[in-house]
């Protein structure tokens, strides 16, 4: 940093140490912890005393100063002696912190080695930093894989001089190590950010997005038409009520346009013509909030233009008061028994409870049921639109027959053949694995999604998940769902409480007054968390996704965060089976490969999947399949490895941090020795922190498979970064909504 930055980084440390450090202008122990924000207290300690240089038992300004300004403007060396002091666990406190970037004559004390024993108890702590837990077995063989990899001379302990060189063998490690103590005071970026054009204007957005805008640009132009020519019609009646006619022109039209969009069983079919690569059918829930908004707004100016309309008739004719206009059916207004001012008053309610019950701070807060109920009331709104509008069955018929049609038959199928959930699996973080009976004629596509109503938990709510299992699997389908919700936390508890013992004797009199006796779920318990039952539910479905288009992709990168992993476990399971399809073994000696086929099947010659857990518990939840498609690769193909996992555990520590430098590096070689994970048990190496995308996409893109295309399901926060990584790589990008 300049002179000026120098200055300027000073006092903002200041600032931060008098904010901590409070009237007695010392930090403490329990201050420090406090503004390190670790979970083990262990580093927190241990930073503390290479900090106290003077043995005070608290910081001073002075101290803190000189220990950062070396920390961060030292040398890579001056780093390292810093960490290997941390891991020199008998060391007791740090002698003296001189000038930057000079470390004077070691320190105080401590050995100058680190044993076995204090390797072990390091590792146990980045262990707990990282919230990894692991067998004290695990631990052992982490420990010596490190030690053993580090003790050059065999000497029985870990030099200064061995640790940098172990470290050195890690260029990602070395790469960007940071302090983690410092970063609670790192200088500010005092660098100007480089301006750059917002993405809505760059020509990787605009070629990326073509479809939806040039379908949004002719939506936009449809409505300015229907405006003009519905307001030039009623010139005659002033500029409020042209502008009310306007509006009420677009809303038939929006009213009506709003049911297409949700038309699902029409757009699954659609996605397997050639219209599919001229409209954004994959963005209909877009689109159809996007009209949703629309019809907000075009309701709203309606209804106003028709109050300024009435006030200036009240005014103007003295007949009627506006309170009359509005709320009775004395001026005689409407097609229907002078209902249309009543009928508009109650639809502005009607349409601002559906929009503001169906916006994400609603949906995603666990209150999915409020969405669900407040949306049903879509059939009152065309029961008043007709009352309301002359002119709006003729818009209506057509769409509302092909809706109504939909209903029915998805209706009759999902009734035709009561299904059961045959089998349940609790999983870790309140997850349910349902295994239902699929019946005979049920064909799905890898990522298509079903509605799912289940009697004993809501009679008549109806929810869509994902279908995780794969279409060649012709017994059962499998469904995994998170606990998010009222409905979900209930499905989780119901099976969870079904083989617990109450704690009433009343237990069997109450349940057979309820008639809701257990007998219905005759649970046989295989462990904790596997439960055979037969259950009653009914699936209205399938429907299509974006997913859809992965088997004509060249080259497909699958990200799946938490349980978004649900469609990918569906689609690995249909890949791995038509590559085993492809697969050939030599009779005469033990070797495989695959042939390099394409066909109107699939045409993949690459699939990469990216797996993003929050913790290590999540893993569980597909483990044994991501295991089993490892094992059915062939070892040695023409063009490399089919499938390749990408696993990332964001709890955990990322490999240049210090608090986890020693336990990603010993995770490292165990893996590399034991060849499997020890997180996971994969043969993938789960990585700490989360991906860098830019990192990841360019190695994507150095591979040259052909043309990718990226298929995302999680959390719309990390689909927009990973959208906009799309744009600037030039792949294609496919959402999961439903």
Same mark, same amino acid.
């Not at 476990?569 to 089976?577: E, P, T």
């Not at 990603?664 to 590399?672: C, I, R, S, T, V």
């Given at each position: 940093?300049?002179?000026?930055? #120098? ?181 500010? #970026? ?284 012709? #017994? ?191 995770? #490292? ?70």
């Amino acid at each position: 940093m300049s002179l000026d930055e #120098d200055t300027r980084w000073l006092e903002w440390v200041t600032r931060q140490f008098e904010t901590i450090a409070g009237e007695d202008k010392e930090i403490d122990l329990e201050e420090f912890k406090t503004a390190l924000k670790v979970k083990e207290s262990f580093f927190a300690e241990r930073f503390f005393a290479l900090f106290d240089s003077d043995g005070s038992s608290s910081i001073s300004l002075d101290e803190l100063l000189k220990a950062l300004d070396l920390l961060i403007h030292g040398s890579e060396t001056d780093k390292l002696r810093f960490l290997f002091q941390v891991y020199d666990v008998d060391g007791k406190t740090l002698h003296k912190l001189i000038i930057p970037f000079v470390w004077v004559s070691y320190f105080n004390a401590g050995s100058g080695s680190i044993d076995p024993d204090e390797l072990r108890t390091v590792l146990k702590s980045c262990l707990r930093e990282s919230a990894i837990s692991l067998p004290e077995e695990k631990l052992d063989d982490l420990t010596l894989a490190l030690f053993e990899s580090a003790d050059k001379d065999h000497s029985g302990s870990i030099t200064f001089e061995e640790l940098k060189a172990e470290l050195e063998s890690f260029p990602e490690v070395m790469e960007n190590l940071t302090i983690s103590a410092a970063n609670w005071l790192k200088p500010p #970026d005092l660098e100007e950010k480089k301006r750059h054009p917002p993405r809505y204007l760059t020509p990787a957005y605009w070629h990326n997005n073509s479809r939806k805008l040039l379908f949004l640009c002719g939506y936009a132009c449809l409505n300015v038409l229907l405006f003009a020519v519905a307001a030039w019609r009623h010139a005659s009646g002033g500029p409020w009520f042209m502008l009310a006619k306007g509006c009420g022109q677009c809303l038939n039209f929006n009213c009506t346009f709003v049911v297409v969009l949700m038309l699902r069983r029409c757009l699954t079919w659609l996605r397997a013509t050639w219209v599919v690569r001229v409209l954004p059918l994959d963005q209909n829930i877009l689109l159809h909030q996007i009209v949703g908004y629309a019809i907000l707004v075009f309701t709203v100016v309606h209804t106003f233009a028709h109050v300024m309309n009435f006030a200036r008739m009240s005014h103007s004719h003295n007949t009627y008061r506006l309170w009359e206009y509005l709320l009775t059916t004395r001026p005689g207004i409407g097609w229907v028994a002078g209902l249309a001012s009543i009928s508009g008053v109650i639809l502005q309610l009607l349409v601002c409870l559906m929009v503001l019950c169906s916006c994400t701070f609603v949906r995603r807060s666990g209150h999915f049921e409020i969405f669900y109920w407040s949306h049903l009331s879509y059939i009152w709104v065309w029961v008043l639109l007709v009352l309301h509008c002359a002119n709006f069955w003729k818009w209506f018929v057509v769409p509302g027959f092909a809706f109504l049609l939909e209903k029915v038959v998805g209706s009759a199928i999902s009734h035709m053949n009561g299904l059961y959930i045959v089998e349940v699996n609790l999983l870790p973080s309140k997850v349910t694995h349902l295994v239902i009976k699929r019946p005979q004629f049920f064909h799905f596509k890898p990522g298509d999604y079903v509605y799912i109503n289940i009697p004993a938990i809501a009679k008549y709510e109806w929810h869509p998940f994902t279908i995780s299992s794969a279409p060649e699997q012709q #017994d059962t389908l499998w469904l995994h769902i998170r606990s998010m919700g009222q409905w979900t936390n209930r499905l989780y508890e119901y099976f969870r409480q079904a083989d617990t013992p109450a704690a009433s004797t009343k237990r069997l009199t109450m349940n057979m007054t309820n008639g809701q006796h257990r007998r219905k779920v005759q649970v046989s318990k295989l462990g904790d968390s596997h439960k055979f039952c037969n259950i009653k539910c009914y699936v209205d479905g399938p429907y299509g996704t974006p997913t859809r288009q992965i088997f004509t992709s060249e080259h497909a990168v699958l990200i799946g965060a938490g349980i978004g992993i649900t469609p990918f476990a569906s689609i690995l399971q249909s890949i791995m089976y038509r590559y085993r399809m492809r697969k050939q073994n030599c009779p005469n000696y033990s070797y495989s490969w695959c042939e390099n086929i394409k066909d109107n099947e699939m045409k993949l010659r690459k699939v990469d999947f990216i797996w993003i857990n929050r913790d290590q518990k999540s893993f569980e939840w597909f483990v044994s399949l991501l295991t089993k498609l490892e094992m059915d690769q062939a070892d040695k193909e023409p063009e490399g490895r089919f499938l390749e996992m990408h696993m990332y555990m964001t709890s955990a520590l990322s490999k240049n941090d210090m608090k986890a430098i020693g336990l990603q590096m010993a995770l #490292d070689l165990l893996a590399k020795k034991e060849k499997k994970d020890s997180i996971t048990g994969l043969r993938t190496r789960t990585q700490p922190g989360r991906p860098d995308w830019g990192k990841v996409f360019q190695k994507v893109a150095e591979e040259k498979k052909g043309k990718v295309h990226v298929f995302f399901c999680g959390s719309p926060a990390l689909g927009k970064l990973i959208k906009a990584h799309c744009e600037r790589f030039g792949f294609s990008f496919c959402k999961e909504n439903f």
